[in-house]
């Protein structure tokens, strides 16, 4: 009968090699084995049950994609109404620049390779939004320390989103962790210890969401106070580490041996003294902030008067600042639509800007902005010559452009970015050798003698 036959065949089978190479295989056919058919009914339900799982994985994955979403829409909630206003506060910004940096990439990189995520990156990139890089993350840093320096802002103001009570978006745990090890990394040993106490101060008791340890953040303390030569808050932080956080990692230990071993040599010589602030650094920061100057001797506060122009019918709203250098605000002389125009027409061409003499010029945080150079005697732009020839008629200066032996330079457009600045410098050449190095079209034609800025923003 077929089904005893079969029977017989299925034990001869077993006990043969058939069974060894249909597995192996895996491409023998099923059908015409009840042990193969067994095992597909088993391994269906392994399937299952690793299907299971894999759902879950990406029904955690879609919960936190879902999360991720509404938090950026709330973060960004603000930009709709006002982009400008919004990146103009620096902690916005820095939020911004993170965002990218970080939150952005992490989620491409979360999302996966599949057709979806294709057309998802996709729209991304056909909507033409720049990225940011490293390089920008850490630039936003040291904006962010450079703003606190200047404007003697506290760690928690800044914290809590506060900038001389502008408000903007608050900083996390990480965010100070960051800031702290950039500080270090520039020589703001001192700054870097108030962002790193800031976060034991406030360490939350559930940290898995932190990229960091609490022991980093001591060692971190440790590695500032010691650059600061003050190696007893040095080995004190460690001391943290070693005895209390990790007492059985021996590589603290050994290093808190280091640290008490450097703290002795160090007792037995004299203390470094810190070097004086530069008095010019200091009056700059002083006007950055506002404060009043103590040197009021060429101060002319508030006297304004009509300035005589090369068109007697057309004089020059003057405000007389200070006499000796002589610095004046001159009222209206651009109209909306010259700014305007002069907007639109520098920001394509804005570049990073550079400091030193033209053949050796470098990138530097000493001026952070970048710059574009309108002529004019460009033909496609007449309303650059028409700025220049009020510039001439209010100063009495001629401002004409010529490839050589120019009477002035080309209008510089400067567009000052996240914590931008140019620290304090000289207009004129400081070396005649300087002058050697200037632009062709400023060869042979001396030193510059007057500066005329517009503010357009």
């Known amino acids: 009968m077929p089904g005893k036959m079969a029977g017989i065949l299925f034990v001869m089978i077993i006990s043969g090699v058939g069974v060894r190479v249909c597995v192996s295989q895996g491409t023998s056919d099923v059908f015409s084995s009840t042990v193969h058919l067994k095992d597909l009914v088993i391994g269906e339900q392994k399937m299952l049950q690793a299907f299971d799982q894999y759902l879950q994985k990406e029904e955690l994955k879609l919960k936190y994609l879902k999360e991720l979403f509404t938090k950026l829409q709330e973060d960004t909630a603000e930009v709709v109404n006002d982009p400008v206003s919004y990146i103009g506060h620096p902690l916005n910004a820095f939020n911004t620049i993170k965002r990218f940096h970080i939150v952005w990439t992490g989620l491409l990189n979360t999302i996966g390779t599949n057709l979806l995520y294709q057309e998802f990156h996709q729209t991304?990139?056909?909507?033409?939004?720049?990225?940011?890089?490293?390089?920008?993350?850490?630039?936003?840093?040291?904006?962010?320390?450079?703003?606190?320096k200047v404007y003697n802002i506290t760690v928690d103001s800044l914290v809590a989103g506060d900038i001389q009570q502008y408000k903007g978006m608050a900083l996390d745990?990480?965010?100070?962790?960051?800031?702290?090890?950039?500080?270090?990394?520039?020589?703001?040993?001192?700054?870097?210890?108030?962002?790193?106490?800031?976060?034991?101060?406030?360490?939350p008791t559930e940290s898995?969401?932190?990229?960091?340890?609490?022991?980093?953040?001591?060692?971190?303390?440790?590695?500032?106070?010691?650059?600061?030569?003050?190696?007893?808050?040095?080995?004190?932080?460690?001391?943290?580490?070693?005895?209390?956080?990790?007492?059985?990692?021996?590589?603290?230990?050994?290093?808190?041996?280091q640290y008490r071993k450097a703290?002795?040599?160090?007792?037995?010589?004299?203390?470094?003294?810190?070097p004086s602030e530069d008095p010019l650094r200091v009056s700059?920061?002083?006007?950055?902030?506002?404060?009043?100057?103590?040197?009021?001797?060429?101060?002319?506060?508030?006297?304004?008067?009509?300035?005589?122009?090369?068109?007697?019918?057309?004089?020059?709203?003057?405000?007389?600042?200070?006499?000796?250098?002589?610095?004046?605000?001159?009222?209206?002389?651009?109209?909306?639509?010259?700014?305007?125009?002069?907007?639109?027409?520098?920001?394509p061409q804005l570049f990073r800007a550079t400091i030193g003499d033209p053949s050796i010029a470098v990138e530097s945080d000493i001026r952070i902005s970048k710059?574009?150079?309108?002529?004019?005697?460009?033909?496609?732009?007449?309303?650059?010559?028409?700025?220049?020839?009020?510039?001439?008629?209010?100063?009495?200066?001629?401002?004409?452009?010529?490839?050589?032996?120019?009477?002035?330079?080309?209008?510089?457009?400067?567009?000052?970015?996240?914590?931008?600045?140019?620290?304090?410098?000289?207009?004129?050449?400081?070396?005649?050798?300087?002058?050697?190095?200037?632009?062709?079209?400023?060869?042979?034609?001396?030193?510059?003698?007057?500066?005329?800025?517009?503010?357009?923003?």
């Open 173 to 203: 745990h990480t965010d100070c962790f960051e800031i702290g090890k950039v500080a270090i990394s520039i020589g703001e040993n001192k700054i870097a210890v108030e962002w790193l106490q800031r976060i034991i101060d406030d360490y």
């Open 124 to 148: 991304i990139v056909a909507s033409g939004t720049p990225w940011t890089s490293e390089l920008d993350y850490q630039g936003a840093i040291r904006a962010i320390l450079r703003i606190q």
């Open 263 to 274: 703290n002795e040599s160090l007792t037995l010589q004299p203390v470094p003294q810190l």
């Open 284 to 347: 700059y920061e002083a006007l950055c902030r506002g404060d009043p100057s103590h040197d009021e001797t060429y101060l002319y506060p508030g006297y304004c008067h009509l300035r005589k122009t090369a068109i007697p019918y057309c004089p020059a709203k003057e405000e007389i600042l200070r006499l000796d250098p002589y610095i004046s605000i001159f009222h209206d002389v651009l109209t909306d639509t010259l700014a305007n125009q002069l907007l639109q027409t520098a920001s």
């Open 371 to 457: 710059v574009a150079w309108l002529w004019d005697n460009d033909q496609h732009n007449i309303f650059i010559k028409t700025i220049s020839e009020r510039v001439a008629e209010i100063t009495g200066l001629s401002t004409t452009y010529r490839d050589v032996l120019s009477d002035a330079e080309p209008f510089q457009v400067v567009n000052y970015g996240m914590g931008g600045q140019y620290e304090p410098h000289h207009d004129f050449y400081e070396t005649r050798a300087s002058l050697k190095n200037a632009p062709l079209h400023l060869q042979d034609t001396g030193d510059r003698i007057a500066t005329f800025m517009f503010y357009v923003s």
């Open 208 to 257: 898995g969401h932190l990229n960091f340890t609490l022991s980093q953040v001591y060692l971190t303390i440790a590695q500032a106070y010691a650059a600061m030569s003050d190696l007893t808050n040095a080995i004190r932080h460690i001391e943290t580490v070693a005895l209390v956080l990790e007492p059985l990692n021996h590589e603290m230990k050994n290093l808190l041996w």
